[in-house]
Every structure is written in C-alpha cells, then in structure tokens.
Nanobody
Framework: QVQLVESGGGLAQPGGSLRLSCAASGFTFSNYAMSWARHTPGKGLEWVAGIVSDGSGTYYADSVKGRFTISRDNAKNTVYLQMNSLKPEDTALYYC???????????????????????WGQGTQVTVSS
C-alpha cells in the first residue's frame, strides 16, 4: 500500500532553516510528481512546492519562492523541502502528497489545488518562533 512518511519538522527560530524529508513506498516513486503542502487552522491548505517525476521542473508558491527548495532522490524514493530564512508565518503542518503520473499540470491549477493528489502522509509540524 502507498505510504508517505514526513519527517524533519520541529521548532526553528526566525531566519533559521529546516529540511523536511518524505519517504515514499508502495508505488513507483520515479513515475509520479510530488508536492509539499501546508495547513494552518487560520489559513487552511496552501500548496507550497511541487516537483515533476524526473525532477526537471518545479513550482513554488509566491510566499516561499527564493526561500524554499524542493528536490527529490528517485533512487531513495524520497522528496525533500529545504526551508531557509524561515518566518513565523511558515508555521504549519507540512504534508507531501503524491501527485499525478509525470507532471504537475499548469501552475494555476496546481496552486489552486485542482490537480489530484491521491495519497497524503500524516504530516510534520513546523513551528517558527523566537
């Protein structure tokens, strides 16, 4: 069965860094796009970053562009989110949902959550506070 296990969250100071990891199993990881999304009670769900199956293309929300980097290692079935220059507003529960086979669709559709992501992990909490 498909499993997605996020890790690497925790408490960070403003301006600090964290690296999230997502270990995938139960499907041919290298065939599928992957994303990172975050949820906060006040703002709801935000699509943060996405990466196509071979890693050749990425999407970023404007709120994280230039600070976050998504990458993947298809040999290790793992997707990463390097988060730098963290801000208190980055505090959220972060998920790495499994996307569609191949690509992410258009940026507009992806950022609005119109692209199907059929499996989600339990998430990892990121808290940015001094």
């Amino acid at each position: 069965q498909v499993q997605l296990v996020e890790s690497g969250g925790g408490l960070a100071q403003p301006g600090g860094s964290l690296r999230l990891s997502c270990a995938a199993s139960g499907f041919t990881f290298s065939n599928y796009a992957m994303s990172w999304a975050r949820h906060t009670p006040g703002k709801g769900l935000e699509w943060v970053a996405g990466i196509v199956s071979d890693g050749s293309g990425t999407y970023y929300a404007d709120s994280v562009k230039g600070r976050f980097t998504i990458s993947r290692d298809n040999a290790k079935n793992t997707v990463y989110l390097q988060m730098n220059s963290l801000k208190p507003e980055d505090t959220a529960l972060y998920y790495c949902p499994k996307g569609a086979e191949g690509g992410l669709g258009s940026f507009s559709d992806w950022s609005r959550g119109y692209i199907d992501h059929d499996y989600w992990g339990q998430g990892t909490q990121v808290t940015v506070s001094s």
